[in-house]
């Protein structure tokens, strides 16, 4: 008898239940569970029907993702589910929690299905750089039509049981899975329904059949965002096989596909990110068993982009927030740019529409700091100056209740000297949230010297709660994100003088996948910024002062290292900036150089590795996979590529390492010299994943 899947005999109905926790994922077990459980009813002469369900909190939420790229190990999913699908007594599926992936694929193949009202059913395999591999290309077309089947399978989003109800995926919404599967199996059994197959089902084939641009269309609109990625395009391919090839042979497309996809290196580095997000959760160094504080109100200092971007992601998690400013004014503004945001997104069809009203309800706008009084935990997001961040803390001292959380958004500054002008140092940490705050998934959480570690917590298990991805980082200038994109800035920088254009740089940057280069983000951000900072700090960058001097700002000028026509936000090449280089390398008397892009690719991507190498070394994160969440989620690194540790263990350290070796010397920079890190790991032929396996085996 099989240890997580139980077989049991309600009269004529016999009852399959998983219960393999966390999520009842198709282990080895799992599947050869189920597979002699369903073996067994099929040869009970007494079992007339069979309900297959879960314990726990889900239904089957996929493959077991730790089996892959090991060797297979039988029962294989599809001998399975043929067992299933050709078994002549009625399958059942009773769904709750999420059918996902190889979940919904065992559900395809049961007869019939039905779900509870808050269940979601999806084939995310594309997220994980995957197709549906046990059938799912196939029979959810047969199930719900191409055209919804290519969408669930391209995107990767699950839908509702009420969508999956009016589509045809599901038979019926139940109260409870088991109890409403066995009510669903007995009226299968009361009307003699005949057993439905979706194998043999090409109805809802017909009019794709007849006219492929119906499928191709969508195809078309749906692949468009997929800069980069393999998956979606050969998991559209495999659907198209399911309209144009029989059965059989279209699930041997499938297969074809699934196999290579599992092999690639974008599905590894994607089941890796998928892993690491949920690594990164685990706080190192906190007792086991350390409960998080509860929170039930939140308070944010700040309604200016920042804070109402945060007060936003509270609010779309249903959680009430206060949001304080200092002057009526500046909290009218605040609460209507939040107002507009939500009133867009409704209009786009991306929130319901009476979201907005319904979140603008649970923010209460507020004048005066003694309004934290009642929050559990307060995000400070004033102007980034240390003497403000410190009266703000000084009067949270006063004003805020006991045990409540205090954190600071600041993006560079050191919440150790911010703790210290408060009696309650244990409370304070950093919560740096990324722009734009409702928007950006990371929040990277700042463990200062006191911090307890139930405060942590509380930040952690909160930052998860409004779908934020949270990575644990200690105090450092920049702290882990942008004191590599530090590193980048330089580089890129020092480009311009050696003879790159803005625009070659750039284009080497956004074809490795990231959004956006470093000179398009400057614009973005404006470069007035810094060019005031730098004359108050006596330092020049001749090409950046130059472009300041001749009003060229970014955007918001319409000039900056581009122009930027009608309004528009495209970066457009602009002669007038070669001629300024030109010129201010001239009276520099810089002669330029061709650069090539392999050696600015490099130069992008090597020193931030170096810098992570540091940042590992002195702990100021605790895990080089907690580095490339941070880049995954707060600066748009190709999901594909992993993230620059796992990249750079692609590569190999002893290149990076030998090549920013040559880089120091080349052009006379001693900060590229490697890290003593990774020139041991470079060294010893070791990766930074090494590092990983060596923390966990201590
Ligand atoms: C597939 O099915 C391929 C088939 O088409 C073909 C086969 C031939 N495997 O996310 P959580 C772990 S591909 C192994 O924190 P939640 C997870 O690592 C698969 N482990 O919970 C974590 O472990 P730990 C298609 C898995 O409640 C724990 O479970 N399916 C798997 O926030 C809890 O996870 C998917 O892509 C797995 N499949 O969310 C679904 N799933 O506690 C992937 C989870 O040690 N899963 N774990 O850190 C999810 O989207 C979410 O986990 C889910 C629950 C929504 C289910």
Known sequence: MSEVVKLERHDVIAIVTVNSPPVNALSAAVRGGIFECMKSAIADSEVKAIVLTCAGRTFIAGADITEFGKPPKPPGLAEVLDLMESSPKPIIAAIHGT???????????????VAVKEARLGLPEVKLGLLPGAGGTQRLPR???PELAVKMIVSGDPISAAEALKNGLIEEIVEGPASGGEAFALKVLAEKRPLRKLRDDDSKLAAAKADISIFTNAVAALTKKARGLEAPFAAADAVRAAIELPFDEGLKKEREGFLKLVASDQSKAQRYAFFSEREAAKIAGVPDGTKPRPVERVAIIGAGTMGGGIAMSFANAGIPVTLIETGEEQLKRGMGVMQKNYEATAAR?????????????????KVGLEHVKDADLVIEAVFETMAVKKEVFEALDKHAKPGAVLASNTSYLNIDEIAKVTKR???????????PANVMKLCEIVRADKTAPDALTTAVSIARKIAKVPAVVGVCDGFVGNRMLAQRGKQSEKLLFEGALPQQVDAVVTKFGMPMGPFAMSDLAGLDIGWRSRKDRGIKSEIADALCEAGRFGQKTGKGYYKYEGGSRAPLPDPEVEKLIDETLQRMGRKKRVVSDDEILERMMYPMINEGARILEEGIAARPSDIDVIWLYGYG??????????YADQVGLKHIADRLSYYAKETNDPSLEPAPLLKRLAAEGKTFASLAQQSKAA
Do not use: N, T
């Not at 594909?640 to 540790?645: D, H, Q, S």
């Open 349 to 365: 069809g991306g929130i319901p529409a009476d979201a907005p009203a319904k979140r603008m309800g649970l923010i209460d706008g």
């Open 99 to 113: 059918a996902l992936g190889g979940g919904l694929e065992v559900a395809l193949a049961c007869h019939y299905r």
């Open 143 to 145: 199930a719900v039509g």
């Open 425 to 435: 140092p244990q409370d304070i940490l950093g919560m740096h949230f990324f722009s």
């Open 637 to 646: 690194w190709p999901i594909y590529r992993g993230g620059p540790m796992f």
